[in-house]
């Protein structure tokens, strides 16, 4: 079976309580056969910074509703100590989603590389606003 590479995002929001508006974008992804969520959950710091670790199926139905069309495994890959280490720079009194997904645009890609005998030896994201700081400055 050919695996894509695999990612996680953590995206904070202020306050407590979740947004289902990045859901629809997400759900494209899914049906496009870009992305296979591998994990999904959420994780909530309160004003002292105690963390709330919480699965789809564990969390208040209306918090949960905008997330259950997406389809994908949402099995608890992560450890507690992954989480953590995720959640750590999360400010006190935020939620954040965790999302674990497979790159399946990436696949067959990655297969290559592998045959090849090929080794990743650095792989990073470039900040968005890195991005548009250079944009900017080209069209300057």
Not at 4 to 27: C, H
Not at 35 to 59: R, W
Not at 113 to 125: K, P, S, T, W
Request: glycine content about 6%; aromatic content about 6%; overall charge negative.
């Amino acid at each position: 079976m050919t695996t894509g590479p695999v990612e996680y995002i953590l995206i904070a929001f202020p306050g407590n309580r979740f947004n289902g508006q990045i859901v629809p974008a997400l759900q494209e992804l899914v049906d496009k056969e870009l992305i296979h969520i591998i994990d999904l959950l959420f994780v909530k710091k309160d004003a002292e910074g105690n963390l709330l670790v919480a699965e789809l199926s564990t969390i208040d139905a209306e918090e949960s509703a905008p997330f259950d069309a997406l389809d994908g495994d949402i099995d608890g890959l992560l450890s507690m100590a992954d989480i953590e280490l995720a959640a750590a720079e999360l400010p006190n009194n935020c939620s954040a989603g965790l999302l674990v997904w497979e790159n399946l645009w990436a696949a067959r890609f990655a297969e290559a590389v592998r045959a090849a005998n090929g080794q990743v030896i650095a792989n990073e994201r470039i900040p968005h606003a890195i991005v548009e700081a250079a944009r900017q400055a080209l069209l300057a």
